[in-house]
């Protein structure tokens, strides 16, 4: 069984002042989703894994690469997420973005070792979704922990679902947190 796609969504953003100061490198964020039909029936089904794990990597793949190859240059944080629309479940969603071989898709092209940070909710068409981003490498980098938003008008439809991958070049513009722990070491 493959998946249907109603539209594939690709959305950059740079941001290049932040408080009046230049953000530099500029700090960009790149977004690509897929909008699918829902592929679980709207009636409870006990097993939910079983076509996630048949179609993850398809959705992956249609994701992933696109995203790192739209952000333009190396990958420092990332995340995923699912918007899933009112005829569905949550746990529709988590079990597309929560599975292996959906997340080794992206995972791979961008470098990344950490488990991928994620956020899946049921909304109405237009509602936005907040991305959860950490290091590629090491979550415990506090200056790449943030959260991004993305919105599309008309998704998601009653029986479908975005996924969406998400990737930025860099921490949040003029990150300046101390390090993890810091602040529970004594003077």
Do not use: W
């Amino acid at each position: 069984m493959g998946v249907r796609v109603r539209k594939l969504i690709r959305h950059l953003e740079e941001t290049r002042l932040e408080n009046g100061r230049a953000v530099q490198p500029v700090h960009r964020i790149a977004f690509a989703g897929v909008v699918i039909e829902n592929p679980y029936p709207s009636e409870y089904v006990q097993d939910l894994v079983t076509l996630a794990d048949e179609i993850g990597e398809e959705i992956g793949n249609l994701v992933g690469p696109a995203c790192v190859e739209l952000l333009g240059e190396e990958v420092e944080a990332f995340g995923k997420a699912a918007l899933v629309g009112i005829d569905g479940e949550v746990e529709h969603g988590s079990a597309l973005i929560h599975n292996l071989r959906f997340g080794n898709a992206f995972r791979n092209p961008a470098g990344g070792t950490e488990l991928l940070p994620a956020a899946e909710k049921v909304g109405l068409p237009g509602s936005p979704i907040d991305i959860p981003l950490k290091h590629k490498l090491d979550a415990k980098t506090r200056s790449h922990h943030q959260t991004v938003t993305l919105q599309v008008a008309d998704v998601p439809r009653p029986r479908e679902i975005l996924v969406v991958c998400a990737a930025s070049n860099a921490g949040r513009p003029l990150a300046r947190l101390a390090a993890f722990g810091a602040e529970l070491k004594s003077n």
